[in-house]
């Protein structure tokens, strides 16, 4: 099983570095893919948005078929989505990807690729707006969107929450388990300041805990 990452110029850190953490947890301790890449237009150091600097296992020449694969969002993903280059090696894979999932704004690379139109999405908050303008993508307001084949998340750490849901969906309870133990991955329930009573969070944020 291969599965690939995508990063690109500008790409927000947590948004692929918190998937790419449970990911290889559950590579290790119960039974995930065997191969887990790091994938970006060329293979030489990727800068991302708040300047951390990272290296590429594959260039998108250099990829080989994926089984299933991540795109995360960030500041970048705006310039992204005419990256004709980029589009076409999401939707090249995309077409034989057995689950394509998105993290944050990531969902506009989606769907700029073809892979989002008529199916219910999810994107970071300040985005959920422009998301609907799409016309195409049914908006919903939750920590993480499941549609087919398609996986959507809201912002940046809603990603971790995507690809444990994804896992347990893939693998079972059990491995989701081992791998959110491992990572010990139990957010707490505190909310700092009072942002989940303000008109522009989002409904999920605004469910009772």
């Known amino acids: 099983m291969n599965f690939g990452i995508l990063i690109f110029y500008q790409v927000e850190e947590l948004d692929f570095a918190g998937p790419w953490e449970m990911l290889t947890l559950w590579s290790k301790v119960a039974g995930g893919p065997e191969s887990c890449l790091l994938v970006a237009e060329k293979k ?28 995360p969002g960030g500041i970048g993903a705006r310039q992204q989505v005419n990256n004709r280059v980029l589009v076409d090696f999401v939707t090249s894979q995309g077409r034989h990807c057995k689950a394509v999932l998105s993290v944050c704004t990531g969902s ?10 008529g ?54 309870e059990a491995a989701a388990g081992q791998v959110q133990s491992q ?8 909310r700092h300041g009072d942002f989940e009573h303000q008109e522009q969070a989002p409904a999920y944020l605004k469910q009772p805990t």
Not at 60 to 71: I, Q, R, T, W
């Open 44 to 71: 030489s150091p990727v800068t991302c948005a708040q300047g951390l600097s990272v290296n590429p296992h594959v260039s998108f020449k250099d990829c080989p078929k994926l089984d299933y694969l991540l795109v």
């Open 108 to 117: 506009f690379i989606l769907h700029a690729a073809g892979l989002l139109s």
């Open 183 to 190: 990572a010990e991955y139990y957010p707490a329930s505190t």
């Open 119 to 172: 199916k219910k999405a999810t994107t970071h908050w300040v985005a959920l707006d422009r998301l609907r303008a799409l016309g195409d993508v049914q908006v919903v307001e939750q920590r993480y969107v499941h549609d087919s084949n398609i996986w959507t998340s809201a912002g940046i750490s809603a990603g971790m929450d995507l690809m444990l849901a994804f896992i347990a969906d893939i693998a079972g």
